[in-house]
């Protein structure tokens, strides 16, 4: 893996130590063959499904590595929801403090886990005041603070990589599909499949109004969004991919697939109906991956990664009676 000049770190030791340590601390995650969605798509499918994780998505890998490798008390972070939740819970776990700074769109459902956790919500506007600004104004406050990266370090791409550790592990997949926002879980999974030196292609899925990533995977640049995308996809609505991410996806996907806001509801519905699974739009990225170009993957054994299921009861309930 040397080949990731800006993530030295990411050394096969290093990778070792983790995979090594962390799985006691998080849940194994859910593998299930679905002969349905695979009818319908003319592949072999398998769904891998972090919902059930703790905090509901794979963030709590990357948050518990992270915090534990740290001595600070105080724990800043910004999140839309899913990477607070998990930072919150990890904090109470470690006996830290932490303030999560997020969107005032965030799911509801996400703001209250957050709390109940025992973190303090920072709600802004992010027409007004930036995540980035935010978090600047919060460390004048807070001077001794850490500010946990949602995915540009180091600790949580090694965090997210124990996930790919099970799912190269599991089988031999002809292609991993996994959404992708900041790059967090996706560098992680490429990280895994080379270190376990796997020939699986690891295909990305984004949310077209959210589309920075494909857009810089085309260009061969770090391309970013001019504002928080308006995507149902609120676990994507990033400006860009972190800059280590960056350096890891540029060399280690096959291809971004950019996905409708409508496919993804669809796939959401799908994984309802025929995997009585219940997945927030951001974890549904995958299946709607495959929805929008099924020529990539027919006939192929395809693992299509779920990264959570913290949605609003009202979102998933009116997504699921669209054309009925």
Known sequence: MSYYALVPELTNDYIRNVWETLPRYVRSTLLLPNAALSTQLGCDLTVVSETFQYTGSFKFRAAYNLLSSVPHQQIIAASSGN?????????????????????????????????????????????????????????????????????????????????????????????????????GLSSGLVIARDHLQAQTKIVGAEPLLGNDAARSFRSGQLLANEQEPATIADGARTLSLGHLNWEILRHGLSNIIEVPDEIILDALRRYFRYVNLKVEPTGALALGALLTQPEQFYGKRVCCVVSGGNVDPTVFAQALLVNE
């Open 83 to 183: 990477f607070g939740q998990a930072v919150a819970y990890a904090s109470k776990l470690l006996g830290k403090q932490c303030i999560v700074t997020m969107p005032g769109t965030s799911a509801q459902v996400k703001i209250e886990a957050v709390q109940s956790y025992g973190g303090i919500v920072d709600l802004i506007d992010v027409r007004e005041v930036s995540r980035i600004e935010r978090i600047h104004q919060l460390l004048a406050e807070y001077p001794e603070a850490f500010v946990a990266p949602a995915y540009d370090d180091y600790r949580v791409v090694a965090g997210n990589s124990t996930l790919g550790k099970e799912i190269f592990n599991a089988a031999n997949f002809d292609m991993v599909v996994v959404p992708v926002g900041g790059g």
